[in-house]
Nanobody, 118 residues
Framework: VQLAESGGGLVQAGGSLRLSCAAS????????MGWFRQAPGKERDLVAA????????YIADSVNGRFTISRDNNRNTVYLQMNSLKPEDTAVYYC????????????WGQGTQVTVSS
């Protein structure tokens, strides 16, 4: 699976961005998709994930109520809608894929920078 993120950029605090991640696979509907982020000097953390059927989603407490994850299995794309952005959301955001039969995320995108100015 190859993943390609888009949609990052510079935004003022309180603004919104939508990240997209396009997957090059014919079996997209067999993968749980996740969004991770890594700020300078910090570990990479899971922000949100959605299962293959899109029936179950996880949102980290730090972004709950502000971020929404969704997917379109017809377009092989997963999205991260980010609202009410804060400076602490500044990070490189990575898309990742985990096959339903696997325990770990095995495919990663190249990352997209999100910078939130105060």
């Amino acid at each position: 699976v190859q993943l390609a993120e888009s949609g990052g950029g510079l935004v003022q605090a309180g603004g919104s961005l939508r990240l997209s991640c396009a997957a090059s696979t014919r079996t997209f509907n067999m993968y749980t998709m996740g969004w991770f982020r890594q700020a300078p000097g910090k570990e990479r953390d899971l922000v949100a994930a959605v299962d293959a059927s899109a029936r179950n989603a996880y949102i980290a407490d730090s972004v709950n109520g502000r971020f929404t994850i969704s997917r379109d299995n017809n377009r092989n794309t997963v999205y991260l809608q980010m609202n009410s952005l804060k400076p602490e959301d500044t990070a490189v955001y990575y898309c990742a894929a985990r096959h339903r039969a696997a325990n770990d995320y095995s495919a990663w995108g190249q990352g997209t920078q999100v910078t939130v100015s105060s």
